[in-house]
């Protein structure tokens, strides 16, 4: 396993807080963008953290499918795992690692279910076959072989071919909204620069203005 005692130098371009724009949300939409022109593979997954009613953390693969100044959009299986642990608490994790750029964006906050019009306008622009898949996939939960997974899809399928997919009632969106999102950049000798936002977010669900500050890596 070469790759435990390598040490790779992440060159001396900095991340200074005069680089980054005051409102993170909109630095990050700039950074995606750039991860995309860099052709990072699946630019828009992230890592998302969750902690369930026993206090066992989980983290899985994502993929980010909208961002706006209200924050962070995904959409799962809410029977699933992580649909589970977000309804038990709703403070979770988002990590974004584009590694050969040298970037990762950290973000905490809490977890929503968006509105079901918004949940259903996702749904409607999903391939027909994906649709198809939140039917058939009992998410997170256990099955005997791929041939019976295989199966369960083959007759969505059929059960809905030539037709409109319904979005199911117990799948849709979740939206992240932040309270701190980091941006990180890799520097020589482990040296990393680290600038944070962070705000409060209020009992009655208001949020208060970003103040950032640097972190020591």
């Known amino acids: 396993m070469e790759s435990l005692n390598r040490h790779e130098d992440y060159g001396q371009e900095s991340l200074d807080e005069t680089h980054l724009l005051s409102d993170p949300i ?8 750039e991860a995309e022109a860099a052709q990072i593979y699946e630019p828009n997954a992230f890592v998302l953290g969750t902690v369930d009613e026993h ?11 909208g961002v706006d100044e209200r ?21 979770v994790s988002a990590t974004f690692g ?3 750029m040298y970037r990762q964006v950290l973000i905490q906050g809490t977890a929503e279910k968006v509105d079901p019009v918004e949940s259903d306008e996702y749904h409607a ?18 099955i005997d072989t791929r041939s019976a ?5 083959e007759q969505a399928l059929a059960k ?27 520097r020589s000798n482990r040296m ?17 203005q970003w103040q950032v500050q640097r972190l020591q890596p």
């Open 26 to 33: 909109e630095q990050f939409k700039i950074w995606l963008r």
């Open 55 to 65: 206090s066992h953390p989980r983290t899985r693969t994502v993929l980010l499918k």
């Open 71 to 91: 924050g962070f959009f995904f959409a799962t299986n809410y029977l699933s795992r992580k649909g589970e642990a977000v309804a038990a608490n709703n403070n």
């Open 98 to 100: 584009w590694y050969s």
């Open 125 to 142: 622009s999903r391939p027909h076959d994906s649709q198809v898949a939140a039917w058939s996939s009992h998410q997170s939960k256990p």
């Open 149 to 153: 997974l295989d199966t369960q899809f």
């Open 160 to 186: 809905f071919e030539n037709t409109d997919v319904p979005r199911p009632d117990y799948w849709g969106g979740y939206r992240i909204v932040p309270t701190r999102i980091e941006f990180w950049k890799g």
């Open 192 to 208: 990393h620069d680290r600038v944070e936002f962070v705000r409060s977010l209020a009992a009655d669900g208001s949020l208060g």
